[in-house]
């Protein structure tokens, strides 16, 4: 065992270097790996060392956790697999049971576990939280978390901090009221929950016309970060419901399309950012938060880097919430080019959605996604799978029925036009592209740095990439055989090398050198 026991409010496994302990490997969000072993002057030789298939069809958009020599990997819907890290091995399969009529918005989908001591965590598609024993995945604790006949479903990888395991929600397209929510780790008693709509009392619910706050969505179903030194946990929230027509929620709608910063213990907010007030085409501000500290116009500063997908690259302030820059990085006809000295949009006319559709960049995918980006402390830059394409927005009946869908309208890509995508390498202090890998098509796949000097990702059409961290040049590529809705990790095997893994088609592909 490769593990010191630190003794803080419990017993938590300190992590090893060839560990991937959180959903972006670290609790800052960089998607970043120290291990060098491969490099750009072996990546030539990297090869499929073992692959996993799977036995169901759903989507699989999981990335993994590896702690010595084991991952743990969620299937779809909701199930969980430990597998042995140099030979692809089944050591134990969990199946989640789950009632005949959980509604859904997006794929029976899981995008990954946690794990603290010997628990594996995992949210459920019926909305409920279970730890599971990390070898024998027998559950040691269930707990309901919401109720998924009003719409509720958790498809989010827990973020671990201290000894509590944080959750959000995801069924913004129901209606619901998004929360984040935290848990004892050893019992499953909830510890706090802060609501991601104003209640009554609140000076926000001003921001959502009569009481369409109450039903307003902003759910948060991509893992949030967390900075130990303040103590703050950042996470972002869902669009506004419905997704599509405003005309009941008139005004900004807080706090949907914001960053939450919130205090890890109490789960009260300190400070949130709304980047697109009063949405109303389906931009969730659910992008992976990225923490670093950084020199800003002389002066170390703690920043927050946030690509996001209504097509604003921004740097705020993560003591403050104070908005640092703003730029755009990918084509959008919805603004004017330059945010206000808040970081508001400048709203253009004639932008919203109509009974007959309006044609808006970006579309309803937005700039960028649910893929994860990823952070390099030597190169300094941010690397982000982009996307570009315009959209036709409709307009619709929006009327709210409590556990149905809600949202006013559809969307459709521009006829005519092929949407195309992009790997860029964004420098923080200027919001502006050092390079970009092009793709032919967009690809939902996110992005891993390393310490070798190399990004890896996945094309659309299944191809595992890596390129030139500096430069973006392609190093390597192999074919496989699917498309890619997951996020790639490094890791160390029992038998000392370094490996790539990443879910493709309905498979786990982990890669190595020899």
């Not at 929230?237 to 405003?246: A, V």
């Not at 755009?328 to 004639?350: C, F, H, M, S």
């Amino acid at each position: 065992m490769k593990y010191l026991l630190l003794l803080t409010t419990s017993l938590v496994f300190a992590q090893a270097p060839g560990d991937w302990l959180h959903f972006q490997g670290n609790q800052q969000g960089h998607r970043y790996s120290a291990l060098k072993q491969i490099n750009k002057t072996n990546i030539a030789k990297l090869k499929p060392a073992w692959t996993m298939q799977l036995d169901k069809t759903d989507k699989f958009e999981a990335s993994p956790i590896a702690r010595d020599g084991i991952l743990f990997v969620s299937e779809p819907p909701s199930d969980v697999t430990a597998v042995e890290s140099r030979s692809g091995k089944v050591l134990w399969r969990y199946k989640r049971v789950l009632p005949d009529n959980v509604p859904f918005c997006c794929g029976k989908v899981n995008r990954g576990v946690a794990i603290l001591g010997d628990l594996i965590f995992i949210g459920t598609l019926d909305a409920h939280l279970v730890a599971l024993d990390a070898s024998t995945g027998n559950v040691v604790w269930d707990v309901k978390v919401a109720d998924y006949k009003k719409g509720y479903s958790s498809t989010v990888a827990p973020l671990i901090v201290k000894d509590k395991v944080i959750i959000g929600s995801a069924g913004g397209e129901f209606g619901v009221k998004g929360y984040i929510a935290a848990y004892e780790a050893k019992t499953g008693k909830e510890a706090w929950r802060l609501w991601t709509l104003p209640s009554e009392g609140d000076k926000a619910t001003e921001t959502w016309l009569g009481d369409s706050y109450k039903y307003g969505s902003a759910t948060t179903w991509v893992t949030g970060s967390y900075d130990p030194d303040l103590n703050t946990i950042y996470w972002g929230t869902g669009n506004p419901g419905p997704d599509w027509k405003g005309d009941k929620r008139a005004g900004d709608n807080l706090y949907s399309d914001s960053l939450l910063a919130i205090d890890a213990d109490t789960g009260k907010m300190k400070w949130y950012f709304q980047f697109t007030p009063h949405d109303v085409h389906d931009w969730d501000a659910t992008q992976v938060p990225v923490l670093v500290d950084e020199m800003w116009n002389g002066k170390m500063r703690k920043l927050v880097l946030f690509a996001n997908r209504n097509a604003f690259y921004y740097v705020l302030d993560r003591t403050t919430g104070e908005y640092l820059l703003g730029k755009q990085y990918v084509r959008q006809t919805w603004a004017k080019p330059e945010l206000d000295a808040k970081g508001r949009p400048i709203r253009l006319p004639n932008t919203f959605p109509t009974a007959n559709g309006n044609t808006v960049y970006p579309n309803s995918p937005g700039a960028t996604n649910f893929q994860a980006p990823s952070y390099s402390p030597l190169s300094k830059l941010h690397y982000v799978m982009t996307r570009d394409e315009g959209g036709v927005f409709y307009s619709g009946d929006d009327t709210y029925k409590e556990g149905s869908w809600y949202l006013a309208g559809r969307f459709v890509s521009k006829p005519g036009e092929e949407a195309t995508g992009a790997i860029k390498a964004i420098e923080p202090k200027t919001g502006k592209s050092k390079w970009e890998f092009a793709l032919s098509a967009p690809s939902w796949s996110g992005v891993l740095s390393t310490a070798g000097g190399l990004v890896f990702a996945a094309t659309a059409d299944g191809d595992m990439i890596a390129l030139d961290d500096t430069t973006g040049k392609l190093l390597w590529r192999y074919p496989m055989g699917g498309k890619a809705f997951a996020n790639p990790i490094s890791y160390v095997a029992a038998d000392g090398k370094q490996h790539i893994a990443i879910a493709c088609g309905h498979a786990l592909f982990s890669f190595t050198v020899d």
